[in-house]
């Protein structure tokens, strides 16, 4: 009985809206945090001190200033990015301005440092542990918490770049696509196969066998597009000038050291999320690009930014070259 009323139109039109609802969701769980809920996704990634929000410092204020200048960003598009103080030591951002005008850009306390002396030790937990600063990882750690400038602007840059791409659609099309397939793929193949009078099984495994190609699909189009957005963002940033490849170099050369430290202090925790060059481990998925690639690639540019430097200063003003 159930069988057949699936069948019929009232069991269609159920199953059709089922799936339109599921890929509606699949886009706004993308889309949403990016346009309308910006604002709670600052406030669960805002760090808080005595139920009050740390307020950004001057400093920070500054350097993101000079950050969108140099990225050619006008006043008004400015304006629309609000930066607070993000929890933990890695920075946020959410929005796009493909679809919205506003965006939210957290940045960590850690950027306050301007060198090692003015680390606080005090409240840095790790699995809940308080850090042995002393030990050979503790003091990994320590140093690769603190950036210059040039790393500073560059992370600020990444993350601000990453708000000029269409990331959030594309992720929202593409969860929103594989969802209606698997749909259209199931109820195509109930129709030709006539699976609803074969055994229920048949129709398990075929309604299995869908989904994980539709999954895999997904997983596929997803790391593909991080990935790819990632190196355009960091080749963008990169070409700003050769203090930007220079930052982008210190910021992931850090990042691998704070990895690698944490591997240490984490125990299996730290080996299960960290491999021991401080990329992230990896099983079946590249959700992001390797930090290693990231870094080797910002060498790559910080030598021929070099290069073309030389090469200048060796030709003469008069149009001669050097012996």
């Known amino acids: 009985m159930t069988t057949s009323w699936f069948v019929g139109p009232s069991g269609v039109r159920f199953s059709r809206a089922i799936a339109i609802a599921a890929g509606s969701t699949g886009f706004l769980m993308y889309v949403l945090p990016n346009t309308v809920l910006t604002e709670k996704y600052k406030d669960i990634t805002q760090l808080y001190r005595n139920g009050r929000p740390v307020q950004v410092s001057e400093d920070i204020k500054s350097l993101a200033e000079a950050t969108m ?4 960003w006008s006043k008004n598009k400015q304006n629309l990015i609000k930066i607070y103080t993000s929890y933990g030591f890695d920075l946020f951002h959410a929005g796009s301005f493909v679809l919205s005008a506003k965006g939210v850009l957290g940045i960590p306390k850690n950027f306050n440092y301007k060198d090692i002396k003015d680390f606080e030790h005090a409240g840095v937990l790790v699995n809940d542990e308080l850090v042995n600063w002393i030990t050979p990882a503790g003091k990994a750690l320590e140093w690769s918490l603190v950036f210059s400038d040039e790393a500073k602007k560059f992370a600020i840059a990444r993350e601000l770049s990453h708000l000029e791409t269409g990331e959030p659609f594309g992720y929202g099309v593409f969860s929103a696509s594989v969802i209606m397939t698997c749909y259209v793929i199931s109820s195509t193949l109930n129709k030709r196969l006539d699976m609803f009078r074969r055994a229920r099984m048949l129709r398990v495994l075929m309604y299995a066998g869908v989904s994980l190609f539709s999954y ?15 190196s355009s963002v960091d080749e963008t940033v990169a070409n700003i000038n050769e203090s930007y490849a220079r930052g982008g170099l210190e910021f992931y050369e850090k990042i691998l050291r704070r990895n690698i430290a944490l591997r240490s202090l984490m125990g299996q925790d730290g080996e299960d999320m960290f491999t021991a ?32 430097a030389e090469e200048i200063f060796a030709v003469k003003p008069g149009g001669g070259e050097e012996a």
């Not at 895999?216 to 990632?230: M, Q, R």
């Open 277 to 308: 060059h401080g990329n992230d481990q990896v099983l079946f998925r590249t959700k992001h690009m390797p930090y290693t690639t990231r870094r080797d690639f910002m060498k790559t540019r910080v030598e021929e930014y070099r290069k073309v």
């Open 69 to 72: 200048n140099d990225m050619k």
């Open 216 to 230: 895999a699909t997904w997983i596929l189009c997803k790391d593909v597009s991080c990935v790819s957005t990632e």
